[in-house]
């Protein structure tokens, strides 16, 4: 005897749901069309950007970097063992990813508060300009990712997330890497190129 059912077959969807994927292209396009802007302006108003870049802190902007990278690999670890079922070491390794999250904040508001000190505002120049929007704007991300991570970390230390359920923690993964790729992006654009 054949059973036949009217259901269609599941597409699997990716690690945090298609919602948030959709949310990553549509950041990524963002970022890149001002990324092509800034470029652009870069070729067009050469000693401006060359100047803006020599004004920028390197060292700073290197260590973000790492912290950065740094938070991205505490999330793959949170996630890595909370998929294995170690629940606590899951909540200590997300924690991790905030204190990165928090540190990245702490030291772009250190460069933002020298740059101020120093005239170079948001309608400076052309640099400054496209410097703080697409600075902000990850800056922005960042900080929503601290308060998405904190609750995520609060949901693991309550039992809300195990081994089979754990979706929500790979959705914030996922966002978290979207802020380590905008930066690895926007780095060496802003920072390194002259």
């Known amino acids: 005897m054949t ?48 100047r803006g870049r020599e004004e920028l802190n390197q060292g700073i902007a290197l260590a973000n970097t790492l912290i950065l990278l740094t938070g991205g690999w505490c999330m ?31 030291l772009k508001s250190c460069e933002y508060a020298d740059k101020i000190g120093h005239g170079h505002g948001l309608h400076a120049d052309s640099f400054y300009t496209l410097y703080w929007l697409l600075t902000g704007f990850h800056f922005l991300h960042v900080a929503a990712a601290l308060v998405i991570l904190g609750l995520m970390a609060r949901g693991i230390r309550r039992g809300d997330y195990t081994a089979a359920h754990h979706e929500d923690v790979a959705g914030s993964g996922v966002f978290w890497h979207l802020c380590d790729l905008i930066w690895l992006l926007l780095y060496p654009i802003i920072y390194l190129l002259r």
Do not use: Y
């Open 76 to 106: 793959a670890n949170s996630i890595a063992r909370l998929r294995g079922g170690e629940v606590r070491a899951a909540g200590r390794w997300i924690v991790g990813a905030m204190v990165s999250a928090a540190f990245f904040l702490g």
């Open 3 to 50: 059973v036949t059912t009217n259901e269609r077959p599941r597409i699997e969807e990716p690690p945090g749901g298609l919602l948030v994927w959709l949310i990553v292209g549509l950041e990524v396009i963002t970022f890149g069309v001002g990324l092509a802007v800034f470029a652009a302006e870069s070729t067009a108003q050469a000693a401006v950007f060359r």
